[in-house]
């Protein structure tokens, strides 16, 4: 079936470091690729996703390439803020599935320090 | 626009007694909608997904049940709870549509059972 295994961390890093969460797939055909961001508290929000190999989704600073010969998503920042400590989650959907269920990863825990 | 509402917010129950939380989806029609939920602050466990108005699948053998009476309606229940049930509850939605479209969640139930 469907995986996704993404670094767990925890990552803490100061504000302004480079941002890289690792995200590799496992899956059949040609899923679509997410990732989601969830504050403290929240539910997760959609943060970028791409839909086909070497697209890029970007949004708020962190960009992702959907890169079909790795089956990676690696989520990166150039320069984080406080404000980015949150959990996130790398997911995918499988055309494949009559639900169009997500798979998801364990998330990975950010904490940025000041 | 649309939004997703989940209620309560938060809700603490002794052990034996019965849970239901309810999740409404508002600006849409007939989405495909799912119960997660997350424990220990991280990973999400699909609990429940449904394509339609009476149509539940379950992901886990446990002791909640869900139920769609309208569609645009998704209700988690349990008549005992026990503590194994303490976790945030996170409802969502999406449209049938494209497999590339997202998935949009809810703020989360925090439910804690004594």
């Known amino acids: 079936g469907d995986s996704v295994t993404q670094m767990e961390g925890p990552v803490t890093l100061s504000e302004e470091a480079f941002l890289t969460i690792n995200c590799t797939y496992t899956a059949t055909g040609y899923p679509s690729l997410f990732w989601y961001v969830q504050y403290p508290g929240e539910g997760l929000q959609l943060l970028l996703k791409a839909t086909k190999a070497d697209d890029k989704g970007s949004n708020k600073g962190f960009e992702a390439t959907y890169r079909k010969e790795t089956t990676s998503f690696h989520l990166e920042k150039g320069s984080v803020q406080v404000s980015d400590s949150a959990v996130y989650f790398c997911a995918l959907i499988n055309s494949g599935g009559s639900n169009y269920k997500l798979t998801f990863g364990k998330g990975t825990l950010l904490t940025v320090n000041p | 626009s649309q939004t997703i509402h989940q209620w309560p917010a938060t809700l603490v129950q002794p052990v034996g007694s019965p849970l239901s939380l309810e999740c409404t989806v508002e600006?849409?029609?007939?989405?495909?909608l799912y119960w997660y939920r997350q424990a220990a602050g991280r990973g999400l466990q699909l609990l429940f997904y449904?394509?339609?108005?009476?149509?539940i699948s379950s992901e886990v053998p446990q002791n909640l049940s869900a139920s769609r009476p309208q569609d645009r309606q998704f209700i988690l229940s349990s008549k005992k709870l026990l503590l194994s049930d303490s976790g945030f509850y996170l409802c969502?939605?999406?449209?049938?549509?494209?497999?590339?479209?997202?998935?949009?969640f809810g703020p989360g139930t925090r439910l804690t059972v004594t």
């Open positions: 600006g849409t029609s007939n989405p495909n």
């Open positions: 969502a939605w999406r449209a049938m549509g494209r497999v590339e479209d997202e998935q949009y």
């Open positions: 449904s394509v339609g108005i009476g149509q």
